[in-house]
């Protein structure tokens, strides 16, 4: 794949999935995703797990946090699902500057 | 070799099993520590095989050879080294197109090796048949098809081992040398680059690595070249600009002609979906959206009305807790504070927590089934235009449910001035405190045509997230900072009702609490405040009532509702309170202005009976579109570490507010 096409279609600021990126690439999702997976490695692109929540807890004024109240820590438990929102898919930014 | 035994270096990726070969080779003879300066596992074993001792070396788990982290390091030190007099190179067959990226980093490094081509089990269930000695022929090494778990059956890479060791075997690297070869500029780097001027590693290599920019095998190389060799080594390294991109490609590339002819597998024609195509469509995509969130609405008002019904329960029981307390001779304050303060306000926190937990079932179904990545994928493309990250779908998913908890999320957004515009956004997304009064309000006072106000909101909200996007946007980010997208959709997936049951039920156990805490002290405070005991004149809130009720009015609120928005502003759940503490029945100000202390029915009757519809209409987008609480206040100031910023962001929502409010109550007047 033409990687430098690849970031020029990204940059163009549109999104557009793994799946559509594939078929306007002509190529495979696979090939797709392994390509942005390099680009991340090589730090081109930054991968975001949307799913993850990073709150650590610290956010104690929240009355609303079960988790961050005491002793016990974690994330908080009235906002978000315990496994975090597992189903919410990968995504991956590149700067346009 | 150590101590006349051969050293085995397993190298692969993560997940590609080197560790379970490792354990399968080595038993309990294992040894694990730190490599030499590093915090990098090391772990060592030995075997013995038809009476020869083995030292085998689990190298870290890495993507490549380049020098991104310690793992990176470590591996490529150790292997350059010349400790290793074998390098057993592991590859996933179940995705060989991805994991043989290590293998064509390799190609170029002199120590003889092998390939294992494991998780063969794996590959065979998802159809695909691998022709190893197609494979071998290609790259002049040993490789073998192989499950590392079954270790009875290590036959094979015995043989390969026992064949690399005798022959040397290196890895050919003439086919992915011409593809390198067609870089501009690569032969003449080559040419500077004397054949292992770092130990092990051929001329290829180190150039490839020069146009890759790594700075170590550079640094390598210039310490070690000089004069005009160095100069022009500089020269030619200059001339690749994101040479990175470049030599993957040819990596891949290679990779694809290695396994062309070399694996079978049945051909998945991926299309995207009829669902997946209406909801990324361009032009309708948006539409399509819009419309589910809708149908998720309408489907949340189900299960909210038993739950509704049940909070009708408090409301009625008003009724004989008063007469038998009135037959008590109880105290008609008493009496006022347990059936129009405590009562009263438990109907109302019921009713709000059936809306709360039908919204969250419906959403969470959304999340859970994959349909959530698609609607937050319509609105990516948004975002990313507006200059966020694609980070801040987070903020804004956790503000649905709080918005302090969407605030606090906004920390993993590194760049301020982002992290700044995602929180002045999130504001903007109702709570789950206003998702549980709105609903209620709606349909107390517009019955069936609740829904059409809680789109309107949504609409609003909308609108409200773009225009505050380019106030605060065309201050706070440039457009160099912008960003562009690609999302991987998770396939959709069958809800896991337990797991989902018990986040909506905990998440409405807190709002339960939540809201206990803030409308029944809130209630009580204006209930106490608004007695009047027949002297309506007497109470001080009456008195600031009518000093600004003409000022409120224009923002189509009559003071009791003002004073509802006002304490919205330190918790949405707060205007339930005083709406319930000033249209309670007996000895306050509603009792007093009305001259009676009739039991009427209940609260729903009393707000229709002294609100009219533009106004109900004025104070719902009021509240909902101001600021979330106080303690999201605190929360914005601790991210934000701007006093200026929080005052700026509470101002504008305040004032938003108000005009919102304005607007409503006008358009409330036109059509009703």
Redesign the interface.
């Known amino acids: 794949?033409?990687?430098?096409a690849l970031?020029i279609k990204?940059?163009?600021?549109?999104?557009?999935?793994?799946?559509?990126?594939?078929?306007e690439m002509n190529t495979?999702?696979?090939?797709?995703?392994?390509?942005?997976?390099?680009?991340e490695?090589?730090?081109?692109l930054r991968r975001?797990e949307?799913g993850?929540?990073?709150?650590?807890g610290?956010?104690s004024?929240?009355?609303?946090?079960?988790g961050s109240s005491g002793k016990e820590k974690g994330p908080?438990?009235?906002?978000?699902?315990?496994?975090g929102?597992?189903?919410?898919?990968?995504?991956?930014?590149?700067?346009?500057? | 070799m150590t101590d006349g035994k051969k050293t085995i270096a397993l190298l692969g990726q993560p997940n590609s099993g080197k560790s379970t070969l490792f354990n399968g080779l080595t038993g309990m003879k294992q040894h694990v520590g730190n490599w030499p300066g590093k915090t990098v596992e090391q772990k060592q074993g030995g075997f013995t095989h038809n009476g020869e001792d083995y030292v085998v070396m689990d190298l870290p788990g890495t993507?490549?050879l380049?020098a991104?982290s310690d793992e990176e390091i470590v591996t490529r030190d150790y292997i350059s080294s010349g400790k290793a007099d074998v390098v057993c190179i592991l590859a996933d067959s179940s995705?060989l197109?991805?994991s043989l990226?290590m293998l064509s980093d390799y190609a170029g490094i002199n120590v003889p090796c092998f390939l294992i081509l494991n998780l063969a089990d794996v590959a065979a269930d998802q159809g695909k048949t691998i022709n190893a000695d197609k494979i071998r022929s290609k790259l002049g090494i040993p490789v073998v098809l192989m499950s590392a778990t079954d270790v009875k059956k290590y036959d094979n890479f015995f043989a390969a081992l026992n064949e690399a060791l005798s022959k040397k075997t290196t890895l050919d690297i003439s086919s992915l040398e011409e593809k390198y070869r067609k870089l501009d500029g690569f032969d003449e780097l080559k040419a500077e680059i004397p054949e292992n001027l770092i130990p092990g590693c051929s001329s290829t290599w180190m150039a490839v690595k020069t146009i890759?920019g790594d700075k170590v095998v550079r640094a390598k190389i210039e310490n070690k070249l000089t004069g005009d060799s160095l100069v022009r080594y500089n020269s030619h390294a200059a001339r690749f600009d994101?040479g990175?991109?470049l030599t993957?490609?040819c990596k891949?590339s290679w990779i694809d002609e290695l396994l062309s002819d070399s694996v079978n597998k049945v051909t998945q024609t991926?299309k995207?979906s009829k669902l997946?195509k209406a909801l990324?469509n361009k032009t309708w995509g948006k539409v399509v959206v819009v419309l589910i969130v809708i149908g998720g609405l309408l489907l949340s008002f189900i299960p909210a009305v038993p739950i509704m019904l049940l909070g009708g329960i408090f409301t009625a029981l008003a009724v004989p807790v008063r007469e038998a307390l009135t037959a008590a001779n109880a105290s008609p304050i008493v009496t006022g504070i347990i059936c129009d303060v405590i009562l009263q306000s438990l109907a109302n926190i019921v009713k709000m927590l059936g809306f709360a937990f039908g919204i969250n079932l419906v959403f969470?179904m959304f999340?859970?089934?994959?349909l959530?990545?698609r609607i937050?994928?319509v609105f990516?493309?948004t975002m990313?235009?507006m200059g966020l990250?694609?980070?801040s779908?987070?903020p804004f998913?956790?503000s649905f449910?709080?918005t302090?908890?969407g605030a606090?999320?906004s920390?993993?957004i590194d760049n301020w001035n982002q992290k700044v515009l995602t929180i002045a956004l999130a504001w903007a997304v109702p709570c789950?405190a206003a998702w549980a009064i709105i609903p209620m309000l709606a349909a107390n006072f517009f019955g069936g045509y609740a829904v059409l106000v809680i789109i309107a909101i949504l609409l609003v909200m909308l609108l409200h997230i773009w225009i505050t996007a380019k106030i605060f946007g065309r201050k706070l980010v440039k457009?160099?900072?912008?960003?562009?997208?690609?999302?991987?959709?998770?396939p959709y997936?069958k809800p896991k009702w337990g797991?989902?049951l018990?986040?909506v039920l905990?998440?409405t156990k807190?709002?339960f609490f939540?809201v206990v805490?803030v409308i029944i002290p809130v209630c009580l405070l204006f209930w106490i405040l608004s007695y009047s005991g027949g002297n309506i004149e007497g109470s001080l809130l009456y008195k600031i009532g009518v000093a600004i009720e003409p000022v409120t009015k224009v923002f189509g609120m009559n003071w009791q509702l003002f004073m509802a928005f006002l304490a919205s502003s330190i918790g949405k759940e707060g205007a339930v309170g005083v709406l319930t503490a000033l249209y309670s029945q007996s000895g306050t100000i509603y009792g007093a202005v009305n001259g009676t202390n009739a039991a009427v029915a209940n609260s729903t009757q009393l707000l229709l009976s002294n609100i009219s519809g533009p106004q109900a209409l004025a104070f719902m987008f009021a509240i909902t579109f101001n600021v979330p609480c106080v303690?999201a206040l605190?929360?914005t100031y601790?991210e934000t570490h701007s006093a200026k910023w929080t005052a700026i962001i509470t101002g504008y929502y305040t004032l938003g507010a108000l005009i919102i409010s304005f607007i409503v109550y006008h358009i409330g007047l036109l059509i009703m």
């Open positions: 794949m033409d990687m430098q970031l990204i940059k163009n600021g549109e999104g557009r999935s793994t799946a559509m990126l594939a078929e495979t999702p696979e090939d797709v995703t392994r390509t942005l997976e390099y680009l490695r090589i730090g081109v975001t949307l993850k929540f990073e709150c650590n610290s956010c004024s929240c009355s609303g946090c079960s908080c438990k009235g906002c978000i699902p315990e496994q929102f597992e189903h919410m898919g990968v995504l991956w930014e590149v700067k346009n500057g | 993507y490549s380049s991104n995705q197109e991805r990226f890759e994101k990175a991109l993957g490609e891949f991926v995207t997946d990324t969470g999340e859970e089934s994959g959530m990545a937050s994928y990516d493309n990313s235009k990250q694609g980070k779908i987070m998913l956790v449910g709080c302090i908890g606090s999320s920390r993993v789950g457009k160099e900072d912008r960003y562009g997208i690609i999302m991987e959709l998770p997936h797991a989902m018990r986040f905990g998440r807190d709002m939540r805490k303690v605190a929360a601790q």
